[in-house]
């Protein structure tokens, strides 16, 4: 749990989000990626929740919500799926609008979230992801070999899922420290990275995040594709985070690419890897805090 805020289990969309909420104020959507949970957010969170009411739930197949099986087509874990869940989240609080921050797959849900759902969304945060059909185009050797994870975790069932069921504690925890800037665990909670190894040990879990990645190497690039042939466009204002040794440093003007999909984006670059909040939270309070100000 993060200090200060209580869980309930909401259903939505035909799954069980666990949700955790504190604050009063504009609804303030915190949106988590993989292979974390809600439990990435604890160090900014209750900042936030000094002027925001915020919820933070766990993506389907993340934490403790559901973890259904994936389907053929990829779509139970595509991010279409994923932002319809957000909705119905808010509908079911009540909640007819919301800004939202997401981080990594949660940013690929938050920016489907405002493609599909504009009218329930305020103002959107993006830390440390590109799109996804522009992450994909935007692959060199050194990319690859950096994002290798966006190849293996998609490839066809319980190829991946039986390599990570090998050993799933090992596996989490060499990813989490070979993404951030130490080459370390010390940016994390002992309470965070126990929720991590716990959902890395259930294979239901493992399943579901590599169908995340399977969504996002099929359904979710061509959706992206389409949708920018389209010329859809994000209507919200936009703020971009990212690190400086993270992925989008590595996948050319990150600014740049969401101005092709946004009107209003403000972006800046801060010392961390790919785990900004844990990472150089100071720098996430920084940029979000003014940007999410009523």
Same mark, same amino acid.
């Given at each position: /749990? ?9 259903? $939505? ?7 955790? @909420? ?17 439990? $990435? ?11 925001? +009411? ?30 319809? +869940? ?7 609080? +009540? ?8 981080? +990594? ?29 522009? #992450? ?60 991590? @190894? ?10 579901? /995040? $590599? ?58 670059? $801060? ?5 900004? /909040? ?9 940029? #979000?805090?003014? #940007? #999410?100000?009523?």
């Amino acid at each position: /749990m993060i200090e200060g805020f209580t869980k309930t289990v909401i259903r $939505c969309n035909g799954v069980d989000l666990a949700v955790h @909420r504190a604050g009063q104020g504009q609804p303030l959507l915190l949106i988590h990626g993989f292979p974390q949970n809600h439990m $990435c957010w604890e160090s900014v969170a209750p900042q936030l929740a000094r002027r925001h +009411d915020v919820i933070i739930p766990d993506l389907r197949g993340y934490g403790e919500s559901s973890a259904p099986t994936n389907d053929p087509s990829n779509t139970t874990y595509s991010k279409r799926t994923m932002a319809q +869940d957000m909705a119905d989240l808010l509908t079911a609080l +009540d909640i007819s609008r919301a800004d939202v921050l997401g981080h +990594d797959r949660g940013a690929r849900v938050a920016y489907r979230f405002a493609l599909d759902h504009p009218e329930r969304l305020g103002k959107l945060g993006i830390i440390e992801i590109v799109p996804t059909a522009d #992450f994909w185009a935007s692959w060199t050797a050194d990319l690859a070999m950096a994002a290798y994870h966006w190849t293996f975790l998609a490839q066809p069932a319980p190829l991946p899922e039986r390599m990570i069921g090998a050993d799933p504690v090992a596996y989490v925890e060499w990813t989490l420290a070979q993404w951030t800037l130490t080459k370390s665990l010390e940016a994390f909670s002992p309470a965070a990275l126990d929720s991590y @190894r716990a959902q890395a040990l259930d294979p239901a879990r493992v399943h579901a /995040m $590599c169908a995340d990645y399977r969504a996002g190497a099929s359904f979710d690039r061509a959706l992206d594709e389409a949708d920018k042939a389209a010329g859809k466009q994000i209507t919200a204002p936009l703020r971009l985070l990212y690190g400086a040794h993270g992925f989008p440093a590595k996948s050319g003007n990150a600014a740049e690419i969401w101005r092709s999909w946004a009107p209003a984006v403000e972006a800046s670059v $801060c010392e961390a890897g790919h785990f900004v /909040m844990e990472e150089n939270t100071r720098a996430v309070l920084a940029a #979000f805090e003014p #940007f #999410f100000a009523p």
